[in-house]
């Protein structure tokens, strides 16, 4: 499975009628993606009086008495590491750190033309859980939040749930969260379109990496009461041995009719099929889903089954790529996600604030005038999403009470 990142042009052969050639791909990648400019001028003696020595100085002995003004007199309040290990990049697997920086930096520059947030790819030499944990508990003061991304599981589940604990300040991974975000509100949607209620819909998840793990419990979360996960060994169940503690978590939340075997055994007279595992499904398996039925097939670059296959079995059918309709894409999530998070200046991203970003998403398009089977989630494109998301977000962090409330008090005075 991948995420359906919005930087993966080499899998897109053709976009608005002209193809994509290596020499464009690699020319715009020279020197890399990013770039840091200051924010003050610097052209004489009195600027440099004032940004750097000696009135520098001033601030940073404000600081030292009150650390909360660092959200005001820094870039740490909108500033976002983007950390990897380089262990499950993309649909290329553990390529190392050094070959996950074009990805990281695309990243951050989705960050910036999404949502206005600077941030720093940073990937690491090492793949110790403790290790990488250590380094960004001791890097802390430089950033204000941390998105983890393509780091393999099952690490992924640990570094961020430790990581969590020991930091103050909203983290994520969005192999995980984002996708799940954004999975929840296309079929939030695509339930609409069907006239069905959530909580009455069978689904099969394809997957048990980090994303097939994320999506299945915020559909949980979200009142689906019929989710059977399914890995490379089969349908996922209490009785089953060799799991790990994922696993054994999600086969205590999954499964309510005590499915066993595999993906066919698992889909016949299901309503939604997730795909998440970048294996290929046969057309007789998704034939035998239940009337009106919901395909999401999110590999990248191919789909677990040829869209236009699928539309002849079920009656939404979405992707994660950009040439179909119903783009399942993370970008859709996270730029208003960390926004409204670091708006609220929140300790945390909490389940509350990415269910509140999957309503957000799905009342876009819902609202749209082509709301339908063809167009259950904006596009990734789409001005109005991070806006709505960063708001949503920041409301659902204010009503939980996670918010720092004298550093979004410093940083409101300075916006």
Same mark, same amino acid.
């Given at each position: 499975m991948s995420d359906a990142n919005a930087d993966t042009p080499t899998n897109q052969p053709s976009l608005d009628g002209r193809d994509i050639t290596?020499?464009?791909? $690699?020319?715009?990648?020279?020197g890399g993606k990013l770039s840091i400019a200051p924010t003050v001028g610097l052209s004489g003696r009195r600027d440099l009086a004032i940004a750097y020595t000696p009135g520098v100085a001033k601030v940073c002995r404000a600081i030292a008495d009150d650390k909360a003004l660092t959200a005001r007199y820094t870039w740490t309040h909108r500033l976002v590491a983007v950390v990897s290990d380089g262990t499950a990049v993309l649909g290329l697997g553990d390529i190392g750190p050094r070959?996950?920086?074009?990805?990281?930096?695309?990243?951050? /520059?989705?960050?910036?033309?999404?949502?206005? @947030?600077?941030?720093?790819?940073?990937?690491?030499e090492t793949t110790d859980v403790d290790e990488i944990v250590e380094t960004l508990v001791h890097l802390r003061p430089s950033f204000g939040a941390v998105n983890l991304e393509d780091i393999a599981a099952p690490r992924c589940?640990?570094?961020?749930?430790?990581?969590?604990d020991a930091l103050d300040c909203p983290v994520m991974h969005d192999d995980q969260?984002? %996708?799940?975000?954004?999975?929840? /509100?296309?079929?939030?949607?695509?339930?609409?379109?069907?006239?069905?209620?959530?909580?009455s819909l069978k689904v099969v998840v394809s997957g048990a990496g980090a994303s097939g793990v994320a999506c299945a419990k915020i559909l949980l979360s979200?009142?689906?009461?019929?989710?059977?996960? @399914?890995?490379?060994?089969?349908?996922?169940?209490?009785?089953?041995?060799?799991?790990n503690v994922e696993k054994i978590a999600l086969a205590e939340q999954t499964?309510?009719?005590?499915?066993?075997?595999?993906?066919?055994?698992?889909?016949?007279? /299901?309503?939604? $099929?997730?795909?998440?595992?970048?294996? %290929?499904?046969?057309?007789?398996?998704?034939a035998s889903m239940a009337d009106d039925g919901v395909v999401f097939a999110l590999s990248n670059p191919d789909p677990e089954i040829d869209p236009a296959v699928a539309r002849k079995h079920a009656a939404v059918v979405a992707t994660g790529r950009s040439d179909y309709p119903n783009q399942i894409n993370n970008v859709l999530a996270f730029p208003g996600v960390f926004a409204g998070a670091l708006d609220a200046a929140a300790r945390r991203i %909490?389940?509350?604030?990415? @269910?509140?970003?999957?309503?957000?998403?799905?009342?876009?398009?819902?609202?749209?005038?082509?709301?339908? /089977?063809d167009h259950i989630v904006p596009s990734a494109l789409d001005p109005r999403v991070a806006p709505a998301v960063a708001a949503a977000v920041a409301q659902a962090a204010a009503d939980e009470g996670v918010v720092r409330r004298h550093v979004a008090e410093v940083a409101a005075e300075h916006h």
């Open positions: 290596e020499e464009e791909v $690699f020319t715009a990648h020279e070959a996950s920086l074009p990805v990281m930096e695309g990243k951050s /520059a989705l960050f910036k033309a999404f949502a206005d @947030l600077d941030s720093i790819p940073l990937v690491l589940f640990e570094i961020e749930r430790r990581l969590v969260h984002g %996708t799940a975000i954004v999975v929840l /509100a296309a079929l939030r949607n695509a339930a609409r379109v069907l006239d069905r209620d959530l909580a979200a009142g689906a009461s019929d989710v059977v996960v @399914l890995d490379s060994r089969g349908v996922i169940h209490e009785s089953r041995e060799g799991m499964n309510p009719r005590g499915v066993r075997g595999d993906l066919a055994a698992a889909v016949a007279g /299901a309503d939604v $099929f997730l795909g998440l595992s970048g294996s %290929t499904v046969p057309e007789s398996v998704i %909490t389940e509350a604030m990415k @269910l509140a970003a999957a309503d957000a998403i799905a009342d876009i398009a819902a609202g749209d005038e082509e709301f339908g /089977a």
